[in-house]
T-cell receptor
Framework: DGGITQSPKYLFRKEGQNVTLSCEQN?????MYWYRQDPGQGLRLIYY???????QKGDIAEGYSVSREKKESFPLTVTSAQKNPTAFYLC????????????FGQGTRLTVV | GDSVTQMEGPVTLSEEAFLTINCTYT??????LFWYVQYPGEGLQLLLK?????DKGSNKGFEATYRKETTSFHLEKGSVQVSDSAVYFC?????????????FGQGTRLTINP
């Protein structure tokens, strides 16, 4: 089945550690996105990528990093510089073009312990 | 930059009531507009969309009309069911040919009581 897969579903991290969240899609979409969701704040854009080997900062990129070495993969690293990393992280992909639908993964809930 | 504003939640209704969730946007050009729905512990799913002024998106009894003159895309349903309980997000996609950001509102939590 075609779709977008995030792993793991739950992740625990000690303070001061970096952690990488996985996002893989087999929809052949060019564009991929990472969002952070906090209660009452909706979705905030962290990074997005239009093509392989290129990506742009979103509204809250500080403390995060990404790579786009393959079309189907867009991993997000939460670094120790992120002051408040506990949140629900959502990855999405979509075709290029006007009005195309974004497909979302099931999300990763990251908790700093 | 572009932005989306939704009505504050949470919204609680009785089954078979009429639903309206307001959404207004600020954007340059002619964005595409979307409503997404999120069930507990899951990602978002597209509910409906509209890509130009006066278009009406519809799905599962929900409707929204792209109103350029009022920069609005309000979600409506004539008779809600308990299964409609979820969080609803209004979103826009920029209209420029380059990087196409997806911008979301803050979400509206809807609870339908039997």
């Amino acid at each position: 089945d075609g779709g977008i897969t995030q792993s793991p579903k739950y992740l625990f991290r000690k303070e001061g550690q970096n952690v990488t969240l996985s996002c893989e899609q087999n929809l052949n979409h060019d564009a991929m996105y990472w969002y952070r969701q906090d209660p009452g704040q909706g979705l905030r854009l962290i990074y997005y990528s239009q093509i392989v080997n290129d990506f742009q900062k979103g509204d809250i990129a500080e403390g995060y990093s990404v790579s786009r070495e393959k079309k189907e993969s867009f991993p997000l690293t939460v670094t120790s510089a992120q002051k408040n990393p506990t949140a629900f992280y959502l990855c999405a992909s979509r075709e290029q073009g006007k009005g195309t639908e974004a497909f979302f993964g099931q999300g990763t809930r990251l908790t700093v312990v | 930059g572009d932005s989306v504003t939704q009505m504050e939640g949470p919204v609680t209704l009785s089954e078979e009531a009429f639903l309206t969730i307001n959404c207004t946007y600020t954007a340059t050009g002619y964005p595409s507009l979307f409503w997404y729905v999120q069930y507990p512990g899951e990602g978002l799913q597209l509910l409906l969309k509209a890509t130009k002024a006066d278009d009406k998106g519809s799905n599962k009894g929900f409707e929204a009309t792209y109103r350029k003159e009022t920069t609005s895309f309000h979600l409506e349903k004539g008779s809600v069911q308990v299964s409609d309980s979820a969080v609803y997000f209004c979103a826009l996609s920029e209209s420029n040919q380059g990087a196409q950001k997806l911008v979301f509102g803050q979400g509206t939590r809807l609870t339908i009581n039997p």
